[in-house]
């Protein structure tokens, strides 16, 4: 069974601060990658998509980036946080890029003060 | 930009009621439609996908698909408090970016 990890869990960050979020993918080779960004209470909005190693795909701008190391590690930074960077990040995987069912990590929350 | 309309916003049933869902896409090109629950403080879980006219049961839910109007809605029969989280409906098409709704928020009220 394919499993998805998330780090950190949760983040207090002070505006203007780096970041780096990670996620792992576990049982499944070669899957597309997703980052999502969720504020409180709303809707997900997908920021960046990975079809394999090394090549992201940026959905929207705000001032965050996405990179592929590894097969099966998606990464998520930016150098300096806004306080619009606030929310709830998701990391999800599908089999089939954009036509499939997508299956997501359990996030991470963070907080720019 | 193709936008993907929930409504209501909120919906309170009692419990072993009926909470009937909706979502509408703009973009005509829409071809896959699923609905997700998300549980207060949890990631989206897929509850069910429909990809072509017409209704499919699973359970206490049943999802109804009208391609021709972009239209699908999503019942749930005989609802419990643990029906209760954020439901988002999302769609593709094969050659654009899965789009998620605004959600509806439901509560269901022992």
């Known amino acids: 069974a394919q499993t998805i990890h998330q780090w950190p869990v949760a983040e207090i960050k002070a505006v203007g601060s780096p970041l780096s979020l990670g996620c792992t993918i576990k049982?499944?080779?070669?899957?597309?990658l997703y980052w999502y960004w969720q504020a409180t209470g709303g809707t997900l909005q997908q920021l960046f998509y990975?079809?394999?190693?090394?090549?992201v795909e940026s959905v929207v701008q705000l001032n965050l980036s996405a990179s592929r190391p590894k097969d099966d590690q998606f990464i998520l930074s930016t150098e300096k946080l806004l306080l619009s960077h606030s929310g709830f990040y998701l990391c999800a995987w599908s089999q089939h890029l954009n036509q499939d069912t997508q299956y997501f990590g359990p996030g991470t929350r963070l907080l720019v003060l | 930009q193709q936008k993907v309309q929930q409504s209501p916003e909120s919906l309170i049933v009692p419990e072993g009621g009926m909470a009937s869902l909706n979502c509408t896409s703009s973009?005509?090109?829409?071809?896959y439609f699923w609905w997700y629950r998300q549980h207060s403080g949890k990631s989206p879980k897929m509850l069910m996908?429909?990809?072509?006219?017409g209704e499919k049961e699973e359970g206490r839910f049943t999802v109804h698909l009208n391609k021709a109007s972009l239209h699908t809605s999503l019942h749930i029969r005989d609802s419990q408090p643990s029906d209760s989280a954020l439901y988002l409906c999302?769609?593709?098409?094969?050659?654009?970016?899965?789009?998620f709704g605004t959600g509806t928020r439901l509560q269901v009220l022992p």
């Open positions: 049982g499944k080779s070669s899957p597309n």
């Open positions: 990975s079809i394999t190693v090394g090549q």
């Open positions: 999302a769609v593709s098409s094969n050659t654009n970016k899965v789009v």
């Open positions: 996908s429909i990809f072509s006219n």
């Open positions: 973009d005509r090109n829409v071809d």
